[in-house]
């Protein structure tokens, strides 16, 4: 039998790394789309009224 702590600290130490993979990956797509989610189509109206950039 194995520790009883070397489960939940592989399993921590799983969660971990797939939580800093889905960061760097949402933040690369982010990145390179450079457009508000479709998911709030508000925001691209309000974001086209208030930013002075082009």
Known sequence: MLAPG???R???SFVRFGA???LILFGLWT???R???PMIPIRQSAAEDSN???
């Open 52 to 54: 002075p950039l082009p």
């Open 10 to 12: 592989r399993f921590a």
């Open 20 to 22: 800093l993979v889905a």
């Open 35 to 37: 457009a508000p989610a």
């Open 6 to 8: 070397f489960r939940s």
């Open 31 to 33: 990145y390179s789309n």
